[in-house]
């Protein structure tokens, strides 16, 4: 707990995202102050460094940079918590991989910047509406499948910052190519871009978004199929982490859960059943409050737990 008043201190968040950097500035009182973001307009290395350099230009015209205590940033991909470096395929930001995200702020800034995986800051924002709640984990279903989990207030990285990589648990032996090189991984069933490939290749459509996948998935049994599919394993592979972790709550979010026609309630009621009553007695599952604002509002958490832990090591000192 801080022993500083942050009530009025401001606190940046930033979401690097596929098409976009959200961004917006508050702190763990009153919440997200502001809200916007910068379209990118290309995915590439140059074109995330530019886009956030913008949004750091209009944030110093707004309020000003030196009003801001500290920086929280949230990126997709697996980031090396020891060399501070993404590593692996990033399938979305395929050049946003084997570098240290902290190169797109100045230099000037750097230190007050703090970074984590996209998924882990959407679930530290989830948790911090559920108090009573002490391991929530949190799941997005988008483009892929992210996962994070946050025990007793912290986000949990694992040994190397690699822990909660869900989406490419092995749900099916030699199964369907996964982004990532392996086969069979979940995220090549359960996310936006493993049932379009399976719509793709098992009945032949191309070229469809995902709400009218959904729509047509409830007349057309090949493409509910698919969908049940992807419920089913999405659901066994959460209810497995929940029992492996103890876990209290479960909230679930991502772009695809925004969409009406997705059986979010369904997904729910599976994932439910497959719990032992043991859990079953205790668990909160819901659907994720801050939709596309998560991970700035996760930003700004984790850029105020990074800002107090500092001033508090420098009081030591
Ligand atoms: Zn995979």
Redesign the pocket.
């Known amino acids: 707990m801080s022993l500083i008043d942050q009530s009025s201190e401001k606190f940046l968040g930033i979401d690097i995202g596929a098409s976009s950097i959200k961004y917006g500035w508050g702190n763990p009182t009153a919440g997200i102050e502001y809200f916007d973001s910068e379209n990118l307009e290309e995915r590439s290395r140059a074109g995330i460094i530019s886009a956030i350099s913008i949004v750091l230009q209009k944030c110093q015209h707004s309020i000003g940079l030196d009003k801001i205590k500290s920086i929280g940033a949230g990126t997709p991909g697996k980031l090396n918590k020891n060399t501070h470096k993404l590593v692996g395929i990033n399938p979305n930001l395929s050049d946003w991989t084997e570098i240290d995200p902290i190169i797109a702020f100045p230099e000037r800034l750097r230190e007050k910047v703090v970074i984590d995986n996209d998924a882990n800051l959407m679930t530290l924002a989830e948790a911090k509406l559920l108090p009573e709640a002490n391991a929530v984990l949190g799941i997005t279903i988008g483009s892929g499948i992210g996962c994070g989990f946050v025990l007793e207030g912290r986000i949990y990285h694992g040994a190397h910052g690699f822990a909660m ?1 869900l ?2 648990n ?1 749900v099916c032996a030699s199964g369907e190519k ?11 069933y359960a996310s936006v871009t493993g049932m379009l490939q399976a719509a793709n290749k098992k009945i032949g459509v191309s070229d469809i978004s995902i709400v009218d996948f959904l729509k047509a998935s409830e007349s057309n049994q090949s493409l509910h199929n698919i969908l049940d599919d992807s419920l089913q394993y999405l659901s066994l592979a959460a209810s497995n982490l929940v029992i492996n972790l103890d876990a209290d709550a479960i909230v679930i979010g991502g772009g695809v859960t925004e969409i009406g026609e997705y059986p979010l309630k369904r997904l729910m009621n599976l994932l439910y059943q497959h719990l032992p009553v043991d859990n079953r007695d205790s668990i909160v599952i819901k659907k994720a409050h801050w939709g596309n604002k998560a991970g700035v509002m996760g930003g700004i958490l984790l850029a105020s737990d990074f800002y107090s832990l500092r001033n508090r090591n420098c009081n030591q000192i």
């Open positions: 990589e989406g490419h092995i996964c982004n990532c090189g392996k086969a069979g991984c979940l995220e090549a």
